[in-house]
């Protein structure tokens, strides 16, 4: 027997893995922030913030406390607001829109691409041309499941236009587009250190990053009352800090995010090779692109039977996402759309199934997957 016996349950992501992978490196920095009495921003928020703005590309990156608070950040940073529309996607973590809306804009929710689920760039500009009301300021792509968005003709959209590109980048931390890292294209990149997101804290966590130091300091201003020297608000602000022990132990994951991403790479080779030939669609690589698998997502119309029977046979799957945001109760009939409407979102939702991955997932217990899906077609 291999040592994935076949009783074991196989998760479909593992943020403990993560950590047991570093133990060492991650305790003595937690330790070294306990003795340093110092808990809130300071030199290990500084230090983490250099070392990702450098591995990003850019000369600015700006801890925070989430993904989500990343987003409104940004969008307060570049003075987008009430009676502005941010363009985004319906197929995406409720945390975008959610986002747009703190910020006190309106979403315009675009269609998804078929084959890589993120922004359609024809559907973006349909949508601009139908506006009704409202007034267009940042287009907002999410690079879903590690795929990067198709940047370049989204930007050209957005320049002819004169709106903010601000890329959400949570699901994308190293993935390449056209040479350059996700994040440092646009004029704001947007990061969550949600602890199962390729970067992960033990904790939540966020990260702005930019080439524009006007925007920067802005955002350092946002995230702590508006603060430009300490007790003087020179802006309306929030409380949105990185605690050092976040950013101490995201520093020391930071040093094994690309061989973490590698490792996806080749999870995901393994299950293209092992389920070639079964009636279902396999991820598809933007060519150009450097894809990061946060996800491995395969498309299938039987998915709620095939989750069942991967299920039976202890084996975790998940569905991101199940409910598109126009379709939450939330949001149900107030969120704008594209002309053409969502269709390709809606039908996404109801066929998409994300398999186990994570870096420390062992090659035996991918082949166990496959071998689950192999026996369901049977
Ligand atoms: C995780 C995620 C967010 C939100 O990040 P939090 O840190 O959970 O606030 C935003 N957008 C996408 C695409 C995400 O996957």
Redesign the pocket.
Known sequence: MSSINSFAVIAQTDPRAGYLAQRADIDAAITRVLEGGSYILGGEVEAFEAAFAQFIGVPYAVGCA???DAIELALRAANVGAGDLVFTVSH??V??VAAIERAGAGAVLVDVEPGTYTMAPDELARALKAVASGRPAAVLP?H?YGQPADLSPLAEIARARGLQLIE?C??SHGAVYHGRLTGSFGDIGCF?F?PT?NLGALG?G?MVVTKDPALAAALREIREYGWRERYVSARPGTNSRLDAMQAAVLRVKLAALTAGNARRRAIAERYDAGLAGLPLALPARRPGTGHVFHQYVIRLAERDALRASLREAGIGTGIHYPVPVHCQPAYIGRLVSGPSGLGITERAASQILSLPIYPQLPDEAVDRVIAGIRTFFR
Do not use: W
Request: proline residues 0%.
């Open positions: 989430s993904g989500t995406t973590a945390a975008t999410v879903i959400d949570a699901q969550s949600y997101k939540d966020g």
